[in-house]
Nanobody, 123 residues
């Protein structure tokens, strides 16, 4: 059974950093497209970053230069390093997986989702 579990969220001051983890089980994540998404209260879920099985990385413009996606195939885990966090980065962060060679940050493209981890950036 394919399962994704996010961790690493928390409360941080503006300018701070967090590293989110997405641990996969029941499948080999390095063959999948893995995406990170976030959803703020009252807003639609948006794509933040994704990484293909081939290592191609994509970021939404608002996080370029601040966030870095990476994967550790030995641990079957994908990470999202978030630096210089801003209040507008606040939300529930989800990871998702899809068996495909194509890169996409459209949440409707993904069929498997984790439960999410809360990130709050506030002074």
């Amino acid at each position: 059974q394919l399962q994704l579990v996010e961790s690493g969220g928390g409360l941080v001051h503006p300018g701070g950093s967090l590293k989110l983890s997405c641990a996969a089980s029941g499948f080999t994540a390095d063959y999948y497209l893995i995406g990170w998404f976030r959803q703020a209260p009252g807003k639609e879920r948006e794509g933040v970053s994704c990484i293909t099985g081939g290592g191609e990385k994509t970021y939404v413009d608002s996080v370029k230069g601040r966030f870095t996606i990476s994967r550790d195939n030995a641990k079957n885990t994908v990470y999202l390093q978030m630096n210089n966090l801003k209040p507008e980065d606040t939300g529930i962060y989800y990871c998702a997986a899809e068996w495909t060679l194509i890169s996409s940050m459209d949440p409707t493209y993904y069929s498997s989702w984790g439960q999410g981890t809360q990130v709050t950036v506030s002074s």
